[in-house]
């Protein structure tokens, strides 16, 4: 509800009326000329007529009793009045000068509407006009006069597209605060004369899956039952099931189907259909977009479909990636795969297409020492050894294995001082390392290695006898003067000789 005063309108409405008279009749400097307010006392006689000088005697429109309305340029008995944006002049013999409003609401009994405003039956959307509306007070003393600082409460004047007809509406009048002084009148708010609606012209009603849809090209006019120049109201299309207006539907993508939309312009039963249909997008082909990166045959009924990867291409324009299951492949003439050539066919989408793979047998295809052994310097003469080693197997399938036994390794000269190939092999395959063989690693009987051999090497030796120290291997090997593999309490009485010369090694 819109809540308006009349007051406002009417000072509004005498201000708007002024400076358009004053403007057109004076200059500028003259818009101080003043209205006056009058209240219109009978109807009988009361006359505006269409004149600037003289008024003659045609009458504009009538003026209600207990209407109040402004006066200007009054001269000889006669004012200036606009009255529905004519100007005229009135006999003000039957009017009086308006005095305010009662002051205090509480001296009022009763308000009564005299007379409607000018208009009371409108079109959807227009704007209310009260001009016209003449309403009076019947005091608690019984005397009647005019009043103007009334509240209007005007209702929408807008339909919906609910309102399949023209529609009656109250408008209230009030005066002063509470809702004691109130009355009201109706006023009819008529649909617009839309006769049909017209579709000039249709967008793209079908579609291929993933298009978006488009408006572009549809064109719906209103044609009007008055004669009114059709309007185009493609844009004020409301869609009935959701409300939305057509502009929403511009740019989506609909899943395939065929979709029958309403659309209404302004009032329900003026309305279109559009039926929108979105095809289901067709394969056109399947290719290989990258074949298989695994290439060995580990199991004839199974191919490694690592790294491929089956395209298929539909009619508009888009791809998917495929992975087919295994019932979609068949590998040369009786299913199975084979060591060399294979011919692989694949089924998918009512498509067939094949492909050559060359499948080899798991082998390892090329050997790594991943870690040297723990030793690769020796004493001239010392015994050979790898222990530590590992290698790692390469398979041709891209694995990969680690070993520390099951591969040869070749013997090097340790009587041959320095630098020696040691080469290990497994499968046919061959990698080299090199050792050392020096004389400086030890000397026999030098446990503590000082260049010396002497009785600290031998308590060293004792001590190791005794486990209250363990020796390095290479201290060992110094500590074994007799050579019988082991370090004893006999290596460390040799020691012992040597040191006090009853003995040489
Ligand atoms: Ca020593
Ligand atoms: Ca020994």
Redesign the pocket.
């Known amino acids: 509800m819109k809540r308006m005063t009349y007051k406002l309108i009417s000072s509004l409405l005498v201000l708007a009326v002024l400076i358009l008279s004053v403007s057109v009749i004076f200059p500028v400097s003259a818009l101080g000329a003043e209205a006056v307010l009058y209240v219109i006392n009978q109807t009988t006689g009361m006359y505006t007529e269409r004149s600037t000088t003289s008024p003659t005697s045609v009458k504009i429109t009538d003026i209600y009793k207990y209407t109040v309305i402004a006066v200007s340029d009054i001269s000889d008995g006669w004012g200036k009045v606009y009255l529905q944006g004519t100007a005229g002049y009135i006999n003000l013999a039957n009017a009086s000068p308006y005095n305010d409003d009662p002051s205090d609401s509480s001296q009022i009994d009763s308000i009564r509407i005299e007379h409607l405003p000018y208009k009371t039956v409108y079109t959807d959307g227009e704007t209310f006009s009260a001009e016209g509306i003449a309403v009076s007070a019947t005091l608690k003393n019984g005397q009647v006069v005019a009043l103007k600082g009334f509240d209007i409460i005007v209702p929408s004047l807008n339909l919906t597209r609910f309102d399949l007809n023209d529609k009656e509406q109250t408008v209230r009048v009030k005066y002063g605060p509470g809702l004691a002084l109130d009355a009201g009148f109706t006023i009819t708010v008529k649909r617009l004369p839309i006769d049909t609606l017209i579709v000039d012209s249709w967008p793209e009603l079908e579609y291929k899956e993933g298009e978006r849809i488009s408006l572009t090209g549809l064109k719906v006019q209103a044609k009007y039952t008055d004669g009114t120049a059709p309007k185009d109201i493609t844009n004020e299309l409301i869609n009935t099931a959701t409300g939305e207006p057509i502009t929403a539907l511009d740019g989506k993508i609909l899943a395939p189907g065929t979709y029958n939309y309403e659309y209404v312009y302004k009032y329900n039963d003026k309305k279109i259909n559009l039926q929108f249909k979105v095809n289901p997008r067709k394969l056109i082909r399947i290719r290989v977009a990258s074949m298989p990166t695994y290439n060995v045959l580990k199991d004839e009924n199974n191919l490694d479909l690592t790294g491929f990867i089956l395209a298929a291409d539909y009619d508009n324009g888009t791809t998917d990636s495929i992975t087919p299951g295994r019932n979609a492949f068949y590998y040369n003439e009786n299913n199975k795969l084979v060591e060399g050539e294979n011919h692989i066919t694949v089924t998918y989408g009512g498509f067939t297409i094949s492909f050559d793979i060359t499948l080899e047998k798991l082998a390892v295809k090329e050997i790594e020492i991943k870690q040297l052994p723990d030793r690769v310097i020796f004493q001239l003469g010392e015994e050979f050894k790898y222990t530590g080693l590992v290698l790692t197997l390469h398979y041709n399938d891209g694995t990969r294995r680690d070993i520390t036994d099951g591969f040869t390794v070749s013997t090097p000269d340790m009587n041959t001082l320095g630098a020696q190939d040691v080469t290990v092999s497994i499968y046919g395959l061959e990698k080299t390392y090199e050792i050392m063989v020096t004389d400086k690693l030890y000397k026999l009987g030098d446990v503590n290695n000082d260049t010396k051999v002497d009785a600290a090497d031998a308590r060293l030796v004792l001590r190791h006898v005794a486990k209250l120290s363990t020796l390095s291997e290479i201290q060992q090997k110094a500590a074994?003067?007799?050579?019988?593999g082991?370090?004893?309490a006999?290596?460390a009485r040799i020691i012992l000789r040597v040191a006090a010369k009853l003995q040489t090694l």
Do not use: T
């Not at 074994?480 to 019988?484: K, L």
């Open positions: 074994d003067v007799d050579n019988d082991k370090v004893s006999s290596d």
